[in-house]
C-alpha cells in the first residue's frame, strides 16, 4: 500500500431500516473562510442525514472565524452524538495554521477517517433528502464500483444560483424527494468517462490501496481526476447516484477568497503532470457528462500540451 499523498419523501421502511444499520460513512469537508456557505453546508448535513455517518472537519487557515465556530460546533453536537440512536456517530475537528491545499486536506480526512465509505465533500454545496441513502444504494446496486458521484445542479455561474428546475431550498428538497422516489428501482448509472470530483465517494479500503490523493496536483486541481483513473486502472469503475441530489454552488468558496477557478484549471503545470502521470489521458478532452446535465472543464482556456 502507498502512503497517503504520494503518487501511484420517506423511502420504502424495510430499505430505509436496511440503510440506517449500514457501514458508517465518513464525511471529509475542508473549509477555508466564507464561514456562511460552510455553516450552511454542515447545517444542511445535520436535517439531512439520517444514515450512520461521522464528520471529519478541516479547517485550512481560515482567519474569519471558522476555527472558532467549528470548534463550537463541536462541543455542542458531541453532546447530543453521544446518543446511541444519532445517525452522527462521531466529529473531529483538524485546524491548519496555513492552507494546505484542498489535496493535503483530504488526505488528512482519510487518515482520520474511519468509516467503510468516503464522501470527498465540499462546503459550497447543500445535501437534500436521502442522499446518502442515494449514494448506499447506488454502491449496492452492484459489485466493482470505485466512486461515485450525486447528481447535481453541475456548476453555476454564480454562489447559490438556483437552475430551472428549483429556485430555493425547500423546492430543491422537494425536487431531491421526488428524484429519490423517482429511481428507485435505478439507483446507479455507469459513466464511460469522468465523474464530477466534489462530494465524490468511495471505498475507504480502495483509496488508501491507491495511497490517497496525490499531493504534486497542489493546491488540488485534477487530483480527482488522478484518482479516477488510477481506480479505474485498478479495474474498477465510475457512475452516478441517481436517487442523490446536492446543489453546488459553482466554485463559491475559490470565490469568497479572491481565487479564480479558471485559472487553477487551466494550469500547465497540473495538465502536464496529470498527463505525464497517464498516458492514455494525453488525447483524452477532460469532460463529464452527468444524467442531468452535461458541462465540460474551462474549454476555452485549457492549453495545449505537446
Known amino acids: 500500500m502507498t502512503a497517503i499523498g504520494q503518487s501511484r419523501a420517506s423511502p420504502p421502511l424495510r430499505f ?56 463550537a460546533f463541536r462541543n455542542k453536537i458531541s453532546k447530543v452524538s453521544s446518543r446511541q440512536s444519532h445517525p452522527l456517530k462521531r466529529i473531529h475537528v483538524i485546524s491548519n495554521p496555513v492552507n494546505r491545499g484542498y489535496t493535503a486536506a483530504m488526505n488528512q480526512g482519510l487518515a482520520a477517517g474511519r468509516g467503510e465509505y468516503l464522501v470527498f465533500g465540499n462546503a459550497d454545496a447543500a445535501v437534500s433528502p436521502f442522499w446518502l441513502e442515494g449514494m448506499l444504494a447506488a454502491f449496492q446496486a452492484r459489485s466493482c464500483i470505485g466512486a461515485i458521484s450525486p447528481l447535481s445542479n453541475i456548476l453555476a455561474e454564480e454562489a447559490w444560483h438556483w437552475p430551472g428546475f428549483y429556485k430555493n431550498f425547500s423546492e430543491m428538497e422537494r425536487f431531491a424527494i ?66 442523490s441530489f446536492v446543489h453546488h454552488c459553482g466554485s463559491a468558496i475559490c470565490k469568497a477568497n479572491k481565487v479564480d477557478p479558471r485559472k487553477l484549471y487551466s494550469s500547465r503545470r497540473h495538465l502536464t503532470l496529470l498527463r505525464s502521470k497517464h498516458e492514455d489521458l ?21 492549453p495545449q500540451i505537446d
Open 16 to 71: 430505509h431500516d436496511k440503510i440506517k444499520s449500514g457501514p458508517v460513512v465518513s464525511i471529509i469537508l475542508p473549509c477555508w473562510n466564507a464561514l456562511g456557505f460552510t455553516r450552511a453546508c454542515i447545517r444542511q448535513i445535520e436535517k439531512w442525514t439520517s444514515s450512520p455517518y461521522e464528520l471529519i472537519l478541516i479547517d485550512n487557515g481560515s482567519i474569519d472565524g471558522t476555527a472558532r465556530w467549528l470548534d
Open 178 to 243: 421526488a428524484l429519490f422516489m423517482k429511481n428507485q428501482k435505478n439507483p446507479f448509472t455507469l459513466s464511460e468517462e469522468f465523474i464530477p470530483g466534489y462530494w465524490l465517494m468511495c471505498r475507504r479500503s480502495d483509496v488508501l490501496d491507491l495511497g490517497g490523493f496525490d499531493e504534486s496536483f497542489h493546491p488540488g486541481p485534477y487530483a480527482d481526476t488522478d484518482l479516477q483513473w488510477r481506480l479505474r486502472r485498478a479495474g474498477l469503475t465510475l457512475g452516478f447516484a441517481d436517487q
Open 282 to 302: 494525453r488525447h483524452i478532452f477532460l469532460k463529464v457528462r452527468t444524467p442531468i446535465q452535461e458541462f465540460i472543464f474551462c474549454p476555452d482556456i485549457l
